[in-house]
């Protein structure tokens, strides 16, 4: 995994906007409507194609294929994975229950786009969970390769993503497995199979693993502290365990809270979880510091270092708004971290969470989406001059 040696780097959390014609066929796929899969195969390319281009010119200098060829970050598995069938509805986030005309309006703007939900009509485990076929992230690779063999060069490395064996746990529930530690290891053997199936097409592999925070307000909201400090150091084992064959300085860990737009406040603060975050047997950590319920949090960076070859992604972009941050705050953001850990070097900037993590539920508009990214770039160049 890169350093910003010279300068400090771009890159982002993963999930980009999907063309509206490819948001229809996975919606229309997760209403059990007959597609054409050759359609979406030929979607789902070209898609990816455009937004490698597209972060090219944005100036993202660690790209990924956007997720393109995916309905969800997580929820693509059930097509990859066996044991998956039936479905059952999460539990609200702990923080909406508190603000019921929030929730009416949440309800009311979800419910304009078409698009995939995350917590509604979730599958669950309801037999053996093995990883059923290599073809699928070995083509997946393969597209995402020559889609930057087409961009014709200009970037430093790439990644593609990879749920956390916890996110799916928690949101794919278990109705087969005597006891979650069970299912979480049967997890962590699928998950083991795409973990180095991108790693060993070249890739940075980032696992995305919003649940080492966000359950604390859906599966842990009347539960003590405790109790989820153990799910979420339970969940880093079995992380480390499918890691076992990966080099850890080829692999970044994503955290969050939920890249959702509501008031937060019955998050679980970072300094909570770090410690037992910081046990990933990983090479760098990307972690959301541009919204405002965590931007403070910047500062545990000092108090909880980081090993010495560790690098932080630094969200210094709210992909939930509409506003294009200014470079100059951009760049105040990306020099704020680099303190807290002392080394430039170490520090990439980054978004806070993807701009469309489930196709269709994006914020932000699709040109806006771009026009942040360069704003990003931009404040990388004012930040390089500044601490370098």
């Known amino acids: 995994m890169l350093r910003s040696e010279n300068r400090i780097l771009t890159t982002h959390t993963g999930s980009l906007p999907r063309p509206p014609a490819l948001t229809s066929l996975y919606v229309r796929r997760s209403r059990g409507e007959s597609i054409d899969a050759a359609e979406l195969d030929r979607t789902g390319k070209a898609a990816v194609h455009e937004v490698v281009a597209k972060q090219g010119a944005a100036g993202i200098d660690v790209p990924n294929n956007g997720e393109q060829q995916r309905e969800a970050f997580f929820l693509y598995v059930r097509h ?8 059952w509805t999460r539990r609200v986030f ?4 508190h603000y019921p005309a929030y929730m009416a309006w949440k309800t009311a703007h979800d419910a304009v786009n078409e698009s995939i939900s995350n917590l509604g009509g979730v599958p669950e485990a309801v037999g053996e969970v093995r990883y059923l076929d290599r073809a699928a992230v070995e083509g997946e690779c393969a597209d995402f390769r020559t889609a930057l063999d087409a961009a014709k060069g200009g970037f430093a490395e790439a990644f593609i993503t990879a749920p956390s064996p916890g996110i799916i746990a928690a ?7 005597d006891t979650e530690d ?3 290891a049967a997890l962590g053997r699928a998950l083991q199979v795409e973990y180095e199936a991108i790693v060993g097409h070249g890739f940075v592999l980032q696992i995305d693993a919003p649940d080492l925070a966000m359950e604390r307000h859906i599966s842990y909201q009347d539960r003590p502290l405790g109790e989820f400090v153990d799910f979420v150091e339970r969940v880093v084992a079995t992380i480390n365990d499918a890691l076992v064959n990966v080099p850890r300085d080829r692999v970044r860990l994503h955290a969050c809270w939920g890249n959702y737009e509501g008031p937060h406040d019955c998050d679980v603060a970072l300094p909570e979880v770090l410690p037992a975050i910081r046990a990933a047997k990983v090479g760098g950590f990307v ?6 319920r965590h931007a403070h949090e910047y500062r545990c960076l000092k108090d909880l270092p980081l090993d010495d070859d560790q690098v932080i992604v630094a969200g210094v972009i709210d992909p939930l708004t509409n506003f294009v941050e200014h470079p100059e705050v951009v760049a105040d953001r990306i020099e704020l971290v680099a303190r807290a850990v002392g080394e430039p070097r170490r520090v990439l900037a980054g978004t806070d969470c993807g701009f469309d993590t489930s196709a269709g539920r994006g ?9 942040k990214l360069a704003a990003m770039a931009e404040g990388a160049r004012i930040a390089t001059k500044r601490l370098f």
């Open 94 to 97: 702990a923080d909406a229950t």
């Open 80 to 87: 990859r994975m066996s044991g998956f069938g039936g479905g």
């Open 363 to 371: 914020r932000v508009a699709d040109d806006v989406v771009w026009a």
């Open 182 to 184: 069970a299912y979480l």
């Open 171 to 177: 949101a794919m529930r278990n109705a087969w497995y």
């Open 287 to 292: 972690l959301p510091f541009a919204n405002p």
